[in-house]
């Protein structure tokens, strides 16, 4: 299988680390974190990987017990555990319990059908 790139613009952030999980998406598997390039964070994983995003000192809005969905997912994969209420309370993890990206390449152009 293929690498896919994650890249999430946080500039605020002081780090952004990608979370992987099982593919059920209810055990964390590790942390890596990815590289600063200017105002984004980026990184790859293998396709097929379950991941989150966990984005460090953002500002009073942050919350680094977060598990995030990556906003560019071309999959998301809601666990078993899903609750809506443990995203809610500051401070509580969520890890295992709130919506995951599946990382998947993206699709080759397809080209136009228009005459010219």
């Given at each position: 299988m293929s690498d896919?790139g994650v890249?999430?613009?946080?500039?605020a952030a002081?780090?952004?680390?990608?979370?992987?999980?099982?593919?059920?998406?209810t055990?964390?598997?590790?942390?890596?974190?990815l590289?600063?390039r200017g105002a984004q964070?980026v990184?790859q994983?293998?396709?097929?990987?379950?991941?989150?995003l966990?984005?460090?000192?953002?500002?009073?809005?942050?919350?680094?017990?977060?598990?995030?969905?990556?906003p560019?997912?071309?999959?998301?994969?809601?666990p078993?555990g899903f609750?809506?209420?443990?995203a809610?309370?500051?401070?509580?993890?969520?890890?295992g319990r709130?919506?995951l990206?599946?990382?998947?390449?993206?699709r080759?152009?397809?080209?136009?059908r228009r005459?010219t």
């Open positions: 896919v890249r999430v613009h946080a500039p002081s780090a952004v680390d990608i979370v992987h999980f099982d593919e059920t998406g055990t964390e598997l590790g942390r890596a974190r590289e600063r964070w990184g994983v293998p396709a097929g990987t379950v991941y989150g966990v984005a460090r000192d953002t500002g009073v809005r942050g919350d680094p017990s977060k598990v995030l969905l990556d560019a997912a071309r999959e998301v994969l809601f078993a609750s809506r209420q443990a809610a309370r500051h401070g509580v993890s969520n890890s709130g919506p990206a599946v990382a998947r390449p993206a080759p152009a397809r080209p136009s005459s």
